[in-house]
Nanobody, 127 residues
Framework: QVQLMESGGGSVQAGGSLTLSCAASGNGINRCMGWFRQKPEAEREAVAALDGDDSARYAESVKGRFTISKDNDKNTMYLQMHNQKTEDTATYYC??????????????????????WGKGTLVNISS
């Protein structure tokens, strides 16, 4: 069983920065993992992911502004968010797929294939 816990959310003004962390228990950090976000009354969407070779993939809306990384020694995945926009306001989740699974849809992970989720952390960007 894998447990994920996000932290680092908060409120910043547009143009500001935040760094989210996702602490994984057990062997979670070595799975296909990524960051997702969900806005009110919208579907959960992929933001960034690391593939099996630790190459990063990003949604077009965050490319050049967000950076995903992980620290295997700390079992933690990160999402650095810079030059944030009001449309980045959402609850951010980290998700991990099941062992041996790394399903890509449109070049990113898809929420439908994620097995393990954290509880989310709220990011609010004000104008």
């Amino acid at each position: 069983q894998v447990q994920l816990m996000e932290s680092g959310g908060g409120s910043v003004q547009a143009g500001g920065s935040l760094t989210l962390s996702c602490a994984a228990s057990g062997n979670g950090i070595n799975r296909c993992m990524g960051w997702f976000r969900q806005k009110p009354e919208a579907e959960r969407e992929a933001v960034a992911a690391l593939d099996g070779d630790d190459s990063a993939r990003y949604a077009e809306s965050v490319k050049g502004r967000f950076t995903i990384s992980k620290d295997n020694d700390k079992n933690t995945m990160y999402l650095q968010m810079h030059n944030q926009k009001t449309e980045d306001t959402a609850t951010y989740y980290c998700g991990a797929e099941a062992p041996g699974v790394c399903a890509w849809v449109g070049g990113l992970l898809h929420a439908a294939y994620v097995t393990f989720w954290g509880k989310g952390t709220l990011v609010n960007i004000s104008s």
